[in-house]
């Protein structure tokens, strides 16, 4: 009755834990609980990047504001990992937190 509908679904090799949709809409990155993300079409759900970094569980995944160009990746290893979607390579990676990040954001310039 509340209007919602599941239009689609796509089964995931991991539990997800968090998610990000790109400022497009476009694309939707998700978190995995074995410390990998996947970036999926959102129309087709076809696997556009799949990234396995990490050994503990993502727990927050951001796109940047801009094109979404850039991806904030956050992990229960105590590293945040900048991700570059469209040539889809690591560019960068934060560290020296002393417990693991549960929360990433971009400002309005995307850093």
């Not at 129309?43 to 396995?52: D, N, P, Q, V």
Request: glycine share 10%.
């Amino acid at each position: 009755e509340g209007g919602h509908q599941l239009t689609s679904f796509k089964v995931l090799k991991q539990s997800g834990r968090c998610v990000s949709f790109s400022p497009d809409g476009k694309a939707i990155a998700v978190g995995l609980k074995d410390g990998s993300f996947v970036v999926l079409n959102t129309e087709t759900l076809e696997e556009m990047a799949s990234f396995h970094h990490r050994k503990e569980e993502i727990s927050d995944i951001k796109f940047s504001p801009d094109v979404g160009k850039y991806l904030a990746v956050a992990s229960h290893d105590n590293f945040v990992d900048i991700y570059n979607v469209l040539g889809q390579k690591r560019v960068g990676t934060c560290k020296g937190a002393s417990s693991y990040i549960t929360h990433v954001d971009w400002d309005s310039r995307g850093k």
